[in-house]
Nanobody, 122 residues
Framework: VQLQASGGGLVQAGGSLRLSCLVSGRTFSRYVMGWFRQVPGKEREFVASISWAGTRRDYLGSVKGRFTISRDNAKNTVYLQMNSLRFEDTAVYYC????????????????WGQGTQVTVSS
């Protein structure tokens, strides 16, 4: 299984970005998928997760109402639409596969993308 994240970049505060994560492998649709983020010197932080059918979506409190996670199982891709971006959203964003289901701790995610940098200027 390989995950490839893309879509990061530099954006002004209040702007938007959409991250994508392409997952190789035929079992993509069976797993909860998540997004995490990390800044230097801090632990990786849960951002959002989505069930295999998209019927359940969990979010970090500070991104609720601004970020939307979605997935397209036909394309083996999970997305993170980020609106109203804030300076504090600056981080490297990672997509990952959850081996247990709806976990917020990164230890329960077994495969990770390489990360994509999101920088929000104030």
């Amino acid at each position: 299984v390989q995950l490839q994240a893309s879509g990061g970049g530099l954006v002004q505060a209040g702007g938007s970005l959409r991250l994508s994560c392409l997952v190789s492998g035929r079992t993509f649709s069976r797993y909860v998928m998540g997004w995490f983020r990390q800044v230097p010197g801090k632990e990786r932080e849960f951002v959002a997760s989505i069930s295999w059918a998209g019927t359940r979506r969990d979010y970090l409190g500070s991104v609720k109402g601004r970020f939307t996670i979605s997935r397209d199982n036909a394309k083996n891709t999970v997305y993170l639409q980020m609106n109203s971006l804030r300076f504090e959203d600056t981080a490297v964003y990672y997509c990952a596969r959850d081996i247990r289901g709806f976990d917020v701790e990164w230890v329960w995610y077994d495969f990770w993308g390489q990360g994509t940098q999101v920088t929000v200027s104030s």
